[in-house]
């Protein structure tokens, strides 16, 4: 399966963004949807994962009560709703794919990933 995410871009604190990771390929009910960062100089962190039938989330500390995660399995697309963005949200955030637990933070666990897309935060 490839992946694409989009809708990144420049937003004041307080603000929202919605990101969308369209797949390509293979059908996406196969595998946990998940959205990862990596601001500059920092290590590649887990934000949120979905489930194979959107049934069970899950979401870093950071992200609880801000963030959203969805999927569309016919339309084989997930997103990530922010809101209350923080400066410290800033970081290029990527979509992946795998047959992981939807509880499993580790980015190594997912097979599939899309480039990232630039989130930036101002304050």
């Known amino acids: 399966v490839q992946l694409q995410a989009s809708g990144g871009g420049l937003v004041q604190a307080g603000g929202s963004l919605r990101l969308s990771c369209a797949a390509s390929g293979s059908a996406i009910s196969t595998y946990v949807m998940g959205w990862f960062r990596q601001a500059p100089g920092k290590e590649r962190e887990f934000v949120a994962a979905i489930s194979r039938y959107g049934s069970i989330t899950n979401y870093a500390d950071s992200a609880k009560g801000r963030f959203t995660i969805s999927r569309d399995n016919a339309k084989k697309i997930a997103t990530l709703q922010m809101n209350s963005l923080r400066p410290d949200d800033t970081a290029v955030y990527s979509c992946?794919?795998?047959?992981?637990?939807?509880?499993?933070?580790?980015?190594?666990?997912?097979?599939?990933w899309g480039q990232g897309t630039l989130v930036t935060v101002s304050s």
């Open positions: 992946a794919a795998g047959i992981v637990d939807v509880g499993d933070y580790r980015p190594e666990k997912y097979r599939y």
